[in-house]
């Protein structure tokens, strides 16, 4: 028979003994609650701990500091352009200053009362009541187109800065330009006016501005050049240099003067030919015309030139 073995008793001894140790164990060290002692080396965890707030607020500093350097440099630059924008309406302030100063000191309103004739029927004549542009020149005269006061009976100008009507005098009527000379005998209507300076050709591309009376209220039309070659004048047909600009000129804008930017007289404004262009005669026919009638005191007409081809063929004989 065999005998009963004691290990079961003394595994169940030993077990409880380790698990009563365990136990202990883990309520002294897990579930109670003491201070945390203060490790040695807490003075160099210190010296770390400052020397990293150091290093983070010196790079706080140099962020900083870029930071306002790009403000400073952002809001420097803002300023320019504002200053440059400011300049720039400064600038057009001034043109449009210049071109009203020499709107109210050159330019006049041209009211005139035609008779034209009628061919199918002489006796019967139907009046009619036309308003254009005109501008002051040189010796006390006023230009403006000639189809403004062709077959006039009477032609009055009006000032800018005054409501009088001055009765006014045809000197000289060119049809084959489209260019007519006025003046007044009336010594007031030259008070406080300046004749225009004229200038020379302009480019294409160049802005010009219109100053003229359509439909009887004044206005500025800014437009471009778009070409300068010759033109075919609708009352004459006649071709003569000529400037054409990418703006419709309105009834009343007939003589009116065309600005540069140097507000200097750089033609007149006399025929439309499509809805957005029109032409505008150059100033050497205009300068041709006034020193022809100075010259002459009255209009004798357009040069002419003649050019003469010589080939070799003709020299041998």
């Not at 400073?72 to 001034?94: I, P, Y």
């Amino acid at each position: 028979m065999l005998a009963t073995s004691p290990m079961p008793n003394s595994l169940f001894c030993n077990l409880s003994a380790n698990f009563t140790i365990i136990d202990g164990n883990f309520q002294h060290s897990s579930l109670s609650i003491q201070p945390c002692p203060i490790p040695p080396d807490h003075h160099r965890l210190r010296s770390v701990v400052l020397s990293g707030c150091s290093s983070s607020r010196s790079s706080f500093s140099l962020r900083k500091a870029s930071f306002v350097s790009q403000a400073v440099t952002w809001l420097a630059e803002e300023d320019q352009g504002l200053e440059e924008e400011e300049e720039e309406e400064e600038k057009k302030k001034k043109k449009k200053k210049n071109y009203l100063a020499i709107f109210l000191q050159s330019h006049v309103k041209v009211l005139c009362k035609k008779s034209p004739p009628d061919y199918l029927c002489p006796r019967q004549r139907e009046p009619k009541n036309t308003t254009s542009s005109g501008f002051i020149v040189r010796g006390r005269k006023v230009l403006t187109c000639a189809h403004s006061v062709d077959n006039h009976t009477k032609v009055q100008l009006k000032k800018p800065n005054s409501d009088t009507l001055y009765i006014a005098t045809v000197l000289s009527v060119a049809l084959e330009c489209d260019l007519a000379l006025l003046t007044v005998n009336d010594d007031k209507f030259w008070e406080g006016v300046m004749p225009v300076d004229f200038g020379g050709m302009p480019a294409v591309q160049d802005k010009l501005a219109v100053l003229g009376y359509p439909n009887g209220k004044f206005s500025m039309t800014k437009t471009r050049v778009s070409r300068v070659s010759m033109v075919k004048f609708q009352w004459s047909q006649t071709e003569l240099l000529g400037v054409k600009v990418d703006v419709a000129i309105e009834d009343g804008v007939s003589g009116a003067p065309v600005l540069s930017k140097s507000g200097k007289c750089v033609g007149m404004a006399f025929q439309s030919c499509k809805e957005d262009e029109s032409d505008i005669i150059a100033v050497p026919v205009i300068c041709h015309f006034l020193e022809d009638y100075f010259r002459n005191g009255v209009y004798t007409g357009m040069y002419a030139c003649v050019c003469v081809y010589i080939t070799p063929f003709d020299l041998l004989f």
